[in-house]
């Protein structure tokens, strides 16, 4: 069974940067697409970006100056970093797998990211 | 980008109703439409995919429909368990794919 854990701080200052890592388990990161998807409170989904294949990625195009994803092969996990943070990034953060046509089939529990002073 | 958007926001129903949400994309997207349900506090979890595939473990109450895009999700006979908020997702072609704004299922 794929299992995804979600870590870092629940509380970023606004201009900051925000940074979150997925641990994996039951998966090799190896192989699928490591994505990111936030869920403001009480708002829809957002998939920020993914990461594939060894090191390759795809950002949405909303974010691509501020995000950057990234692993670690050899932790079994892999990271978001977005920076210049202000209360719209305020959310719910996923790390999630999805398969290679898109969709997602494992989801992390999800940790709530406040951005506040 | 691609455009999803689900009808309606909010969804009243009673144990045993036949209940049918809706999704329409700003664009043609073939099949490649995904729902999710998600409960609160809880991440969203996968139903259907590829429009009308149910997920492994995914009761057959639940159907999926359409192509193009216009698309529809039906509970045949609703369950306790159902009541929950359900989400549409396109991943036709380019990234990035793109979530319905959600219904509320109450």
């Known amino acids: 069974q794929v299992q995804l854990q979600e870590s870092g701080p629940g509380l970023v200052k606004p201009s900051e940067t925000l940074s979150l890592t997925c641990a994996v388990s039951?998966?090799?990161?190896?192989?699928?697409?490591w994505s990111w998807i936030r869920q403001p409170p009480g708002k829809g989904l957002e998939w920020l970006g993914y990461?594939?294949?060894?090191?390759?990625?795809n950002y949405n195009p909303s974010l691509t100056s501020r995000v950057t994803l990234s692993e670690d092969t050899s932790k079994n996990q892999f990271s978001l970093n977005l920076n210049s943070v202000t209360a719209a990034d305020t959310a719910v953060y996923y790390c999630?797998?999805?398969?290679?046509?898109?969709?997602?089939?494992?989801w992390g529990q999800g940790i709530l990211v406040t951005v506040s002073s | 980008d691609i455009q999803m958007t689900q009808s309606p926001s909010t969804l009243s129903a009673s144990v045993g109703d036949r209940v049918t949400i809706t999704c329409r994309a700003s664009q043609t997207i073939s099949s490649w439409l995904a729902w999710y349900q998600q409960k609160p506090g809880k991440a969203p979890n996968l139903l259907i995919y590829?429009?009308?595939n149910l997920e492994t473990g995914v009761p057959s109450r639940f159907s999926g429909s359409g192509s193009g895009t216009e698309f529809t999700l039906t509970i045949s006979s609703l369950q306790p368990d159902d009541f929950a908020t359900y989400y549409c997702q396109q991943y036709n072609g380019y990234f990035p794919y793109s979530f319905g704004q959600g219904t509320k299922l109450e």
């Open positions: 039951g998966a090799s990161i190896r192989s699928g697409y």
């Open positions: 999630a797998r999805a398969r290679v046509d898109g969709v997602v089939d494992y």
């Open positions: 990461i594939y294949y060894s090191g390759n990625t």
């Open positions: 590829k429009t009308s």
